[in-house]
């Protein structure tokens, strides 16, 4: 037997609360846990902040950091922000993380970032006083959208010994089988 925790986008608090408590009893029961990950990060915004988003994340970053069994991650798509550490991968010493050819690993993605930029260099402007060039900032943007993407694709973040090797999604199963 093998417990699976997957997400496909943010993690939100029910989420990160079913998968604390899931974690929580693989351990009690020694089930190894699969992570198939594909985080974008964690939900953000008022509503899911009153809801205890902070709290449950924790919770579940914490049932990770704690759990005992082996732990085996595969990257099947985005693996962006703090949401990567409750769906473990180098940090928590997982026994083997391995990444699809479609993985992207970053802080966050190239959109994001670039908007996060954009809005530091408009703020600085305002407080200055000084109008925005809002051409030189689309040219900007654009540059590190580009810069950001390119940097955070499977072959860039294998190179960079962030996992143990891209494989082909068609050779999951025998990958698989083979670390268990």
Known sequence: PIGIVGNNGVLNPQA???AAHFIQLC?????????LQNVTGFVV??????AGIIKKGSQMINAVTNSTVPHITIILGNS???ATYPMPGRAHNNRFTFIWPSAKIAVMGGKQIAGVMSMVRRGQALRKGEDFDEEAD????A???AAQDAGSVALEASGAISDDGIIDPRDTRTVLGICL
């Open 80 to 82: 962006y922000g703090a």
């Open 16 to 18: 990160a609360e079913k």
């Open 138 to 141: 689309a040219r900007i943007r």
């Open 45 to 50: 915004g008022r509503e899911v902040e009153h």
């Open 27 to 35: 351990n009690q029961i020694d089930v190894p846990l699969l992570f």
């Open 143 to 145: 540059e590190v959208e």
